[in-house]
């Protein structure tokens, strides 16, 4: 399952609430669960990612815009660290960290399995993290507990949208704000939707146009085939740009959106009747796209997050 900037199982820009929200979470013994904050962003009151949060075996871990990593008030600066592995070491749990110079990647162990003479199988959870609103979730296939705005994770996409209190509903403010924790009732309800043609108004067609260039490049002609929808991000595109979502001069919404396609697609995904991990190789899809690469986002992603340790 994967949240990129605010959409998870809901159709992009049908929710655009601001608080913090359950993201997924172990249904059965509430051993971990994950939570987004989102604030306000856009032009017409959309919504953006601001931090995901990590609850493991009483340990808190949290990632912050700028790649930031905040576990109990020690700041974590895996940007100094480029390819290189780290570790935090908790009281009760242990995570590692990887930061790729676009991309960190966050995972934590939830079960060791020995499959032979000093082979293991390991269950994890992973978070791969652009530093600025887009997060993707991978838990363990066998693991269809979930539950939360990524839904149930039992490989049908179908009855993803369940409540906190384990209805299933087609609404989806409904079910987003199933998901709100607001003990204090500071949050307001999320919004009513715009539809492309509110938010876009005249520029539709030429921002149409330009979306559907980017994701017909032919360094994503693969993904579709491994089980990753255009059709969503397409219209996450059209909508952030026309929205004008954290529009900053070195990250096009556009561009954003695209890079956490291209981040699902070339990661291992997996389905029930293949179990064998899938993936592609999207290199040079920024300048295929005409997006700014790494290097030049760099310091942008950096900018919109909290003054980095030295």
């Not at 956490?260 to 290199?283: E, F, I, L, M």
Request: overall charge negative; hydrophobic content about 30%; some cysteine.
């Amino acid at each position: 399952k994967q949240w990129y900037q605010h959409r998870v199982a809901i159709t992009a820009g049908d929710f655009m609430g601001s608080c913090d929200y359950v993201l997924a979470m172990d249904c059965e013994v509430a051993r971990w669960f994950i939570y987004g904050r989102t604030k306000p962003c856009g032009n017409h009151g959309g919504s953006c990612l601001e931090s995901v949060t990590v609850y493991f075996d009483s340990e808190i871990v949290e990632l912050q815009r700028g790649w930031l990593v905040n576990h109990y008030g020690k700041k974590i600066s895996p940007k100094n660290h480029k390819g290189e592995k780290m570790s935090i070491e908790g009281q009760y749990a242990n995570f590692t960290l990887y930061f790729d110079g676009a991309t960190l990647e966050f995972r934590t162990v939830l079960e060791k399995r020995e499959t032979g003479p000093g082979s293991y199988e390991l269950s994890q959870i992973i978070l791969k993290w652009d530093g600025y609103v887009s997060v993707i979730i991978q838990t363990p296939m066998e693991d269809s507990r979930t539950c939360g705005m990524c839904g149930n994770n039992d490989g049908d996409a179908n009855n993803d949208m369940i409540t906190r209190r384990r209805g299933e509903v087609t609404d989806a403010i409904e079910f987003g704000e199933s998901w709100k924790l607001d003990r204090r009732g500071r949050c307001e309800d999320a919004p009513a939707p715009l539809t492309l043609g509110e938010a876009c108004g005249e520029s539709l067609a030429n921002v149409t146009a330009e979306c559907e260039r980017i994701f017909n490049i032919a360094n994503f002609d693969n993904c579709p085939a491994a089980g990753h929808d255009k059709t969503e991000f397409i219209y996450a595109c059209i909508y952030d740009e026309c929205e004008g979502i954290m529009q900053q001069p070195g990250l096009p919404p556009k561009c954003v959106v695209a890079q956490a396609y291209a981040t699902r697609c070339t990661g291992p995904s997996w389905d029930r009747d293949d179990p064998s991990p899938k993936g592609n190789y999207v290199a040079g899809w920024e300048e295929e796209a005409g997006c700014p690469g790494s290097t030049e986002r760099f310091e942008d992603v950096l900018n919109t997050g909290c003054p980095q340790p030295t």
